[in-house]
């Protein structure tokens, strides 16, 4: 989900309430808003601070949804990555609307 080791990101250089968010489209349209999972793959963070974070999926929708991540006061993250897995019924071409 970002790499801010390297830049000094805020996730990585900054303090306080922070978040990122990143928008993932399907790769086909589902019929209704499907239930999403979302789970760390990858976690590279300070030793030194309590990890403090909050991982979600937001404003999902037939189309795609966001990864959100926050964390607060002085948790220093310099890597996440993210997977994430979608349950839904998916659009087909040869369903009809009655």
Do not use: C
């Not at 990585?12 to 489209?25: C, E, K």
């Not at 808003?33 to 963070?45: E, G, K, N, R, Y």
């Not at 019924?89 to 009655?98: E, G, I, S, T, Y």
Request: charged share 20%; hydrophobic share 45%; no cysteine.
């Amino acid at each position: 989900m970002f790499s801010h080791f390297e830049s000094n990101g805020e996730m990585w250089a900054g303090t306080g309430d922070r978040s990122l968010i990143h928008n993932v489209s399907f790769t086909a349209d589902f019929v209704s808003p499907p239930s999403v999972q979302t789970s760390i793959t990858l976690m590279d963070a300070a030793s030194d601070q309590h990890l403090r974070y909050i991982l979600n999926a937001e404003n999902i929708s037939e189309n795609d949804f966001d990864i959100v991540f926050k964390t607060w006061l002085d948790s220093r993250f310099a890597r996440v990555w993210v997977s994430w897995i979608a349950i839904g019924k998916v659009r087909d071409p040869d369903m009809w609307d009655v």
